[in-house]
């Protein structure tokens, strides 16, 4: 399997955020806790015992505890750095859950899935540790999100140095995670997606924006030469000229893919056999006889 993630460096820029001396940018991550907690609010069941997987803060913990349908929530973490104070994270990189088989009733992922390299075997290995009839739960950076930087700065590359090396990660589409899903055996999956538009002054704004919620670029085939000032200048130029709003404030755009799935039960509603409908669909969609006299 092909690497695209340098994953000892994902940690390194989620740790650095969090030890940054200016405040976190986790308003991504709250819209995505509240979205999460408001779906699992919906659901007309109790959890015993669910897991967060790589929520950084916690902020998605906490919101999914607070809707009273869980009784206990462990957290799954890169580092003890991630833990509140008097915490205690279950440590694990992206790609490994440590967890039993059928040894929890929730699972949940805030915006964690999109720097996985086998997002395959990471949707299994989520589904075996599900009890039957567990769920699970999941906000996904999908693909749209950050285009306009893409272009910009593949535009700005392309043109200072006649060539472009890869900066904004690849996001997988909506299709995609849904046949994942349903690969790693998931019933029932749910998966729809919603898109945010955030507005900057300009680039700089933008880029401090990703550095302070851990999102550097982690990509094992980045350029490794030094970036200068002037290309961000030219960069942020671009950025105006081709995504900026009438008003001069430049677009971001964030597109999460939200999914839900259950481990397989026997009491869950199962599809119907082919060739047991009662009624032909031809029949069905005919139109009301009328008697005539």
């Keep these: 399997m092909d690497r695209i993630f340098d994953q000892e460096l994902v940690t390194a820029n989620r740790l650095r955020a969090l030890s940054a001396s200016q405040p ?4 991504l991550l709250k819209l995505a806790a509240s979205e999460l907690a408001d779906r699992l609010a919906l659901v007309e069941r109790r959890f015993e015992h669910a897991v967060e997987l790589h929520g950084a803060t916690g902020i998605a913990a906490q919101a999914l505890s607070e809707t009273g349908k869980i009784d206990r929530i462990e957290r799954v973490e890169t580092d003890q ?7 205690t994270v279950i440590k694990a990189d992206f790609e490994t859950l440590p967890l039993a088989p059928q040894s929890v009733n929730l699972i949940v992922s805030p915006l964690a899935l999109h720097m996985v390299d086998d997002l395959p075997g990471v949707l299994t290995q989520i589904r075996r540790a599900l009890k039957p009839d567990g769920l699970f739960l999941a906000a996904i950076p999908g693909a749209g999100t950050l285009a306009e930087l893409r272009d910009v700065l593949l535009a700005a590359e392309a043109e ?3 060539g472009a090396s890869p900066r904004v990660i690849p996001f997988a589409d909506i299709r995609d995670i849904g046949g994942l899903m349903q690969r790693a055996g998931f019933a029932l999956p749910v998966i729809d997606s919603q898109h945010y538009t955030v507005r900057y002054d300009s680039l700089f704004p933008l880029m401090r924006d990703l550095r ?3 999102m550097g670029n ?6 490794r030469k030094p970036v200068t000032r002037g290309f961000f200048l030219r960069a942020a130029e671009i950025y105006a000229e ?3 709003d009438p008003d001069g404030r430049i677009r971001a ?7 839900s799935g259950w481990a397989p039960h026997e009491s ?4 119907l056999k082919p060739g047991s409908a009662k009624m032909r669909l031809a029949d069905a969609l005919a139109p009301p006889r009328t008697d005539q006299s």
């Design 24 to 27: 976190p940018a986790d308003f």
């Design 81 to 87: 750095a991630f833990a509140a104070p008097g915490e």
């Design 160 to 162: 200072m140095s006649g």
């Design 212 to 214: 302070a919620m851990g």
């Design 218 to 223: 982690p990509l094992r085939a980045r350029s």
């Design 242 to 244: 081709r995504h900026a």
């Design 253 to 259: 755009t964030f597109s999460f893919v939200y999914v």
């Design 268 to 271: 869950q509603q199962k599809p």
